[in-house]
């Protein structure tokens, strides 16, 4: 199983990025997939998750109202857009597949990518 994520990158505050991640080596529209986020000397976090057909998100109370969770089964993608970008969004960023209905930790994950790293200057 492999989880490619890329679209990190250096933005201002306020600006928008988003991050994809392609995943390969399962059936795609069968998991929950999500995204985590370490910081800078922080543990990492769970960020959002979306359930298998996309019909049902659930956000961290950090980012709530600013990104959205998004997947494409019919190219074994999920994306996360990430609008308002605030200096302490900055982190690198992890695709990863872990069940809808589970508790989100780092140990509900199955599956991790490579990471990409947002940095967010104020």
């Known amino acids: 199983v492999q989880l490619q994520a890329c679209g990190g990158g250096l933005v201002q505050a306020g600006d928008s990025l988003k991050l994809s991640c392609a995943v390969s080596g399962l059936t795609f529209s069968s998991y929950g997939m999500g995204w985590f986020r370490q910081a800078p000397g922080e543990e990492r976090e769970f960020v959002a998750v979306?359930?298998?057909?996309?019909?049902?998100?659930y956000y961290a109370d950090s980012v709530k109202g600013r990104f959205t969770i998004s997947r494409d089964n019919a190219k074994n993608t999920v994306f996360l857009q990430m609008n308002s970008l605030k200096p302490e969004d900055t982190a690198v960023y992890y695709c990863a597949q872990l069940p809808y209905l589970s508790e989100r930790l780092l140990t509900s994950v199955n599956y991790w990518g490579q990471g990409t790293l947002v940095t967010v200057s104020s």
């Open positions: 979306i359930s298998r057909s996309g019909g049902s998100t």
